[in-house]
């Protein structure tokens, strides 16, 4: 083997790319030629230093929007009225058990005075989001769904359109979770839709809203104005804090 | 070697994939995705950048899983990655960054279990290899941090085999010219030339 035959072996020696006999020729020839000794010297060195750099997964927001998309793209393929009860049940089931393991971070209302848990509000956010008739009253008027639940609930629940900051009203739906009635506002976004659950508040005060993102799911919790505020949505957390503080302000006009 | 996609638009989508289709794309292509990731932050060598580039090429990938054959689904991907990046520098008008951007960020933060030696070096090494051409930087990513064959490589750059022998013979001479320039070359264990 002559001097250059044997400097372009040897890159694909150090990657394993000769054959066992390609390289025992190759490391035979290596003997006699200090200037090939010295590059293949050089060139592990820089395979080395590469082999060193940290490699970074990919991050969660990355396979939370991925995921996303896929949902939707799936979702728009399938056609809701041929598609059978049972597999409606189901993907509705398994959307459920993803949502009710994600575990909402200092949001434990199960079992404490009747109020709703997050189980339950995402099932509220599965009923609109899988529905055929995600509400009871359609309309991005507030005037026409705030008196839609007068005698319909105990309570008269806040009603805002928020189109001009992306997320027009589509309508509202009474919910009954963990025995008790309450008022659900549904948003769009894009092709999304938002589930807004809201009670009266037992304790004072306004607190900021707190995101959640998991799988695609983002919850935010709050209470503004005297109510308790649970929203539910396949949005991402950037866009459902945009969606909080929209709601906040559009209250806060309201005075 | 020349049966995959244009280098830029015109893309041809297949038809709207059903939910079978994302299913089957979710088990074979999805598994790849940090190595899509990892590639784009390469590529990149911008994080918020890498992940608009990755989703994108990921959803790209999706219409054009119709016509995956069954072919091996990560160089399949990286190829879209590296696609969609061109795609993304002829929209935007993006070209490499100044260096100067990118110099401080390439490595990561210090590791308390490892000498200061190691992490200089790795912080030069990432800083050097950021330096690079774009086509010299890719391939020794390709190589080296995704561990792809040759023959992988000349699938995901359309090229010959021997092509990728000779260039990344090349392109590690240049990280070595780069690194030179960087490194005190007997502390670190860099051959003399």
Known sequence: MDCPTCEAMVDAYVDGELSATESAAFEQALAGCPDCRRRLEETRAMSGFLHELPVEPAPDLLRARIERELRTISAAAAPRRTMPQWTKFAAMAASLIVAVSIGWVGGTFTGRSGAPGDEDLVSTYMRVASSDHPVDVASTDRHTVKPWFAGRLDYSPPVHDLTSDGFPLEGGRVDVVAGRKISVLVYRHNQHRVALSLWPATSPGNTKAKVVEHNGFAMAQWRHDGFEMHAVSDIAANEMEAFATALDRATGEDR | ?193
């Open chain 2, 1 to 193: 070697m020349s049966d995959g996609f244009p280098l830029g638009p015109p893309l041809v989508e297949g038809p709207r994939p059903d939910a079978a289709t994302v299913e089957r794309f979710r088990a074979i292509v999805l598994p790849h995705l940090d190595a899509a990731y990892g590639f784009a932050r390469y590529l990149t060598r911008d994080p918020v950048q890498a992940q608009d580039l990755a989703q994108e090429a990921v959803l790209r990938a999706l219409r054009y899983f119709h016509a995956f054959r069954g072919e091996e689904a990560r160089p399949w991907l990286m190829r879209i990655v590296r696609n969609t990046w061109s795609d993304f520098r002829a929209r935007k008008g993006v070209n490499d960054q100044p260096l100067d951007v990118v110099e401080d960020r390439a490595a990561e933060g210090p590791d308390p279990e490892e000498s200061a030696l190691a992490s200089d070096r790795r912080r030069h090494v990432a800083a050097a290899l950021a330096a690079l051409p774009a086509d010299t930087r890719e391939i020794l990513v390709l190589r080296e941090i995704e561990d792809l064959s040759y023959k992988q490589i000349a699938s995901v750059l359309d090229l010959p085999v021997g092509t990728i022998m000779s260039r990344l013979a090349r392109a590690r001479e240049k990280l070595a010219v780069e690194l030179r320039g960087r490194l005190g070359r007997r502390e670190h264990g860099l051959p003399d030339m």
